[in-house]
């Protein structure tokens, strides 16, 4: 049983460049969610998706995007980098209903210089 | 809004010692759920348990136990005999139910790193 796959695992990026992350779920989820934790804390809601389209969204600009494609699998896309994007991302999936438990990838670490 | 506090930034201690990590939380939905994740050094945060607001009944599993209680606010999470292989940060987080726009949205803690050496 896959569990969910984060790619690519270090990207190192300047300021203004933009940068793709990937994600596939875990099988058999077809939500997917994306955070940011930057350094010494807690994991930080960007959005997600489920059906393809973006269900939640959180206290993020616009430069944060995303994607779902039809097999589940998710991108999320930041535009005009800045130095506080550096953090690492997650990917979760889940189940679509409510407040199921999300499991999580093991992160894209990514540093913006 | 909701909101997760871990007061305890780190916790030290010996092989084979209980450790007891607090989370409180802040939420105004009747129907919620509350998780703690383990998230060691590779940084994948791994779910450890999860609980949902109507059930109080504090249970054990293996070396983890967790103690909610509704009237204070808090959900706390207790490894017992705790080895070296659970060094790692320990995070609470809290997810609504019934506003619908909150689900899905994780609130995560800031997170307790615990150290145990041998």
């Known amino acids: 049983d896959a569990g969910v796959t984060q790619s690519p695992t270090h990207l190192i990026k300047t300021r203004g460049q933009q940068v793709t992350l990937r994600c596939s779920p875990k099988s058999g989820h077809d939500t997917v969610s994306w955070y940011q934790q930057a350094l010494g804390q807690g994991p930080q809601f960007i959005f997600q998706?489920?059906?393809?389209?973006?269900?939640q969204r959180g206290n993020f600009p616009d430069r944060f995007s995303g994607h779902q494609f039809p097999n589940y699998s998710s991108e999320l896309n930041v535009n005009a980098l800045l130095l506080g994007d550096s953090a690492l991302y997650l990917c979760a999936s889940s189940y679509p209903q409510g407040p199921e438990t999300q499991y999580f990838g093991p992160g894209t670490r990514l540093l913006v210089l | 809004a909701q909101k997760v506090t871990q007061a305890q930034t780190e916790i030290s201690v010996v092989e084979k010692e209980d450790v007891t990590l607090d989370c409180v939380y802040e939420t105004r939905d009747t129907t919620y759920y509350l998780f703690w994740y383990k998230q060691p050094p590779s940084g994948e945060l791994v779910f450890l348990i999860r609980r949902n607001s109507f059930d109080e009944q504090n249970e054990i599993s293996g070396r983890y136990s967790w103690n909610f209680q509704k009237s204070t606010s808090s959900f706390n999470f207790t490894i017992t005999a705790s080895q070296v292989v659970d060094s790692a940060v320990y995070f609470c987080a809290l997810s609504e139910f019934m506003t619908t726009d909150s689900w899905g949205k994780f609130q995560f803690g800031a997170g307790t790193q615990v150290v145990v050496t041998p």
């Open positions: 998706y489920y059906e393809e389209e973006e269900r």
